[in-house]
């Protein structure tokens, strides 16, 4: 870990506040341009109207740097460039590693390679990710398959994170 800068993630269930609390976080830590890292690939008008709803909570602090796949060496290329950088979000961006048809141990050397990065970063970082695989168990193996890669993934990067957070009903409860 890189003693400098405290990294964190924000994780928890769908709508549970998870985005605006790190904005506030981030809003807290740096008073300097903050890079924001969108996952989100809008595939359909929903998800485009999503988007536009989240940029319009970020001010002109901030720069939105639209990266689908390249996470690990985005952070790395940006290091100490932003006085904080927010990546939202963690699953969506495992959505395009599988979209891209990788193996789940392929996803993984990709999240070993940004707990790395979190680690190398002159910039703090926050993470927001959702928890998956509190409800039931998919019916259908590609479901359960972004289930348990996700579940993982949130395991590795919690571990390479200062500060964990989760998520509910709009409600921080620090875990780590």
Known sequence: MNAKFSNELVVGGCKSGKSRHALTLADGISTAKKGFIAT????????????????AERDNTWDTLEIPTRLPETIA????????????????????????????DDILVRVDRLADALGRSKSPIILVSNEVGAGIVP???????????????????AAACD??????????VKIK
Not at 40 to 47: H, K, L, S, T
Not at 78 to 101: F, P, Q
Not at 139 to 157: H, I, P
């Open 40 to 55: 989100c690939v809008p595939r359909d008008e929903e998800m485009t109207a999503r988007v536009r709803r989240h940029q």
């Open 139 to 157: 019916e259908n193996a590609m479901a359960r398959q972004f289930r348990d890669t996700a579940g993982l993934a949130n395991q590795r990067l």
């Open 77 to 104: 290329e940006k290091s100490g460039h932003y006085g904080i950088m927010l990546v939202d979000c963690i699953t969506l961006w495992l959505t395009n590693l599988m979209l891209e048809d990788l193996s789940q």
């Open 163 to 172: 500060t964990v957070f989760w998520m509910v009903a709009g409600i921080a």
